[in-house]
């Protein structure tokens, strides 16, 4: 019979399980897409037009950046379990907000303050970086990432079919549940990782020059935020192409928008297996390219008279494929410039790539008009994926000035 304790509360110095740390990056992803499908049909009941309401993605995404810049160094300096708990209980409180709103303008708020769940996914980040090095960092992201992949696969397919079973805000019910039962297993599960912590803020402050200066942490941030730039983008305009270019259903919609995660979590795989064989920086490259590729192709067969929804939203598996690669690569990366300001670090590489996608989104939303097609789409989406490629090119170069190799 194992002598381990049943309760682990009781041991909360101790590292957390690693489904724990899918559930905390799975419950930040659901939050951001489970509703997408329901976006059209919110917009009818709240009596606003789709661009307004497909606020609600880049204004999450641009209070979601903001705070990962805070949650960072509050993580350093107190450490990860008060921060994530902390945020879930932000989360909870604000989704019950969402369900209770009768404006739009007061649903927005609580949007804005369900953002805070994004703590969980940038220290479920910096815990793996407290436990292991960089190579090791970069596996084990992936395969966190990977079992966080099925999340955003599933949730746009479980909201639409809740939104045309019950309408929209059982989405967000939902999601009230899911935070409650992440809360809870958090609470049990999750021991102290951050042993080094500066004295004060000010200590922290100081230390921060060293990371800002490192050319290659900004190598890191920008192929991460370039790469993630697309799929935000992705996620600002795919439900109006699927609902007013291809007239399809909030349930199709969750269905097809489930294609760059079945993609991410392929690429998460293979960065499992291959970062400590091929080094976090090849895959970097290797996913850009992917990323770029897919984007390409998805936009000639399109040109090319390759018209049906099937076909059109395939392509971003590719997209998906790539980031599976580049991202979690990247991160392990940018995480290692200052292994002692791992959650800084995550915090800010975080709020970069997640900033960037917000103004992505919200480019989206604004340029996708009747008769417009999809095309402002696929050449955002394009354009951010190949400013990627640059950037994982920089980090190579970076590394063989600094190593020699």
């Not at 509050?74 to 409180?93: E, N, T």
């Not at 042993?195 to 991460?224: D, I």
């Not at 192409?241 to 291809?246: A, D, K, L, R, W």
């Not at 050449?379 to 920089?394: K, V």
Request: proline content about 5%.
């Amino acid at each position: 019979m194992s002598d381990r304790p049943a309760i682990r509360f009781l041991h909360r110095d101790s590292p957390p399980h690693i489904v724990t740390l899918v559930l905390l990056s799975g419950l930040s992803a659901l939050a951001m897409n489970i509703f997408l499908p329901s976006l059209p049909n919110m917009a009818a009941w709240f009596g606003t037009d789709y661009r307004l309401m497909q606020l609600s993605v880049p204004i999450y995404l641009a209070v979601n950046a903001v705070l990962q810049i805070v949650v960072g160094p509050l993580s350093d300096r107190y450490g990860r379990r008060p921060v994530v708990l902390g945020s879930m209980a932000v989360f909870i409180v604000a989704t019950v907000g969402t369900l209770l709103a009768p404006t739009l303008d007061l649903f927005l708020f609580f949007r804005m303050c369900q953002a805070a769940v994004v703590a969980a996914m940038v220290l479920s980040r910096a815990v793996v970086r407290d436990m292991v090095p960089q190579d090791q960092a970069a596996s084990m992201i992936g395969y966190v990432t990977m079992g966080m992949a099925l999340v955003p696969m599933v949730g746009p397919m479980v909201g639409g079919a809740l939104d045309q079973m019950f309408g929209w805000k059982a989405s967000f019910v939902f999601l009230l549940a899911c935070g409650l039962a992440v809360c809870a297993i958090t609470w049990a599960d999750l021991g102290e990782t951050a042993t080094r912590r500066s004295s004060s803020f000010a200590a922290q402050f100081r230390e921060y020059p060293q990371m800002l200066g490192a050319r290659r942490f900004w190598g890191y941030c920008g192929a991460s935020a370039f790469g993630a730039g697309a799929f935000f983008a992705f996620l600002g305009g795919a439900p109006w192409v699927g609902t007013e270019v291809f007239g399809l259903s909030s349930a199709a919609v969750g269905l097809y928008l489930g294609a760059p995660a079945l993609g991410y979590m392929a690429g998460n795989f293979v960065t499992g297996r291959l970062s400590v064989r091929a080094g976090t920086d090849a895959l970097v490259l290797a996913g850009a390219i992917v990323n770029t590729a897919g984007l390409v192709a998805s936009l000639a067969a399109f040109s090319a008279g390759l018209q049906h929804p099937a076909a059109f939203f395939a392509f971003f598996a590719f997209v998906g494929f790539g980031n599976g690669m580049l991202l979690p690569n990247a991160m392990a990366g940018m995480l290692s410039v200052r292994p002692h300001l791992a959650g800084t670090a995550s915090g800010l590489g975080g709020a970069i790539m997640i900033g960037g996608g917000a103004a992505l989104s919200a480019l989206a939303g604004a340029l996708l008009v009747p008769g417009a097609g999809p095309y402002p789409l696929l050449l955002i989406m394009l354009a951010s994926a190949a400013a990627a490629i640059p950037c994982a090119l920089y980090i190579i170069r970076r590394r063989r000035q600094v190593t020699g190799r």
